[in-house]
T-cell receptor, first 113, second 114 residues
């Protein structure tokens, strides 16, 4: 069964460093999303992406964040200069346009020291 | 604006008891989708069920069932004969047809004791 994959599973970085989180969505899906979950809190929408551009972004998704689909398969989230409060689990999802169901990857746990 | 409320923070039951999780939502859209996700201790989000706003039929899928009532904007979820492996955080989520992004509730932690 096709699935969304994410790498790395855990990333530790120093404050101020840039990180790139990678996702491979399900191949025939066209809509992609990033969500964030700070430890013990709810899952929050960050950004949606369709047709090589951002469809919508939340107020969390400020200028420090960017997304890209550099090739036909990867979907990346870049944080330019990480802050302590960026420590969270980051989930990638891709949406099946027929059933409007979002399939989530296993998440990347980002720890900013 | 979307909003999903899960009033129950934690529920603890003994194995084989039924567990009902409450979810109340707000939306101005007429077409929307409701979901339940499970997040076990390992951290991944596991899709459980989806319901469309235009289909209020309630169903049972194995040990899972749900009660969708548009009149009260509620989408409750029941686990029948709970098992220890059901211990997890359960999230209710809403997406509108206008953008499909998911808005999650705060989650309910379910602990099933042997």
């Amino acid at each position: 069964e096709p699935e969304v994959t994410q790498t790395p599973s855990h990333q530790v970085t120093q404050m101020g460093q840039e990180v790139i989180l990678r996702c491979v969505p399900i191949s025939n899906h066209l809509y992609f999303y990033w969500y964030r979950q700070i430890l013990g809190q709810k899952v929050e929408f960050l950004v949606s992406f369709y047709n090589n551009e951002i469809s919508e972004k939340s107020e969390i998704f400020d200028d420090q964040f960017s997304v890209e689909r550099p090739d036909g398969s990867n979907f990346t989230l870049k944080i330019r200069s990480t802050k302590l409060e960026d420590s969270a689990m980051y989930f990638c999802a891709s949406r099946d346009p027929t059933y409007n169901e979002q399939f989530f990857g296993p998440g990347t746990r980002l720890t900013v020291l | 604006a979307q909003k999903v409320t899960q009033a129950q923070t934690e529920i603890s039951v003994v194995e084989k008891e039924d567990v009902t999780l409450d979810c109340v939502y707000e939306t101005r859209d007429t077409t929307y989708y409701l979901f339940w996700y499970k997040q076990p201790p390992s951290g991944e989000l596991v899709f459980l069920i989806r319901r469309n706003s235009f289909d209020e039929q309630n169903e049972i899928s194995g040990r899972y069932s749900w009660n969708f009532q548009k009149s009260t904007s509620s989408f409750n979820f029941t686990i029948t004969a709970s098992q220890v492996v059901d211990s997890a955080v359960y999230f209710c989520a809403l997406s509108e047809a206008s953008d499909y992004k998911l808005s999650f509730g705060a989650g309910t932690t379910v602990t099933v004791r042997a």
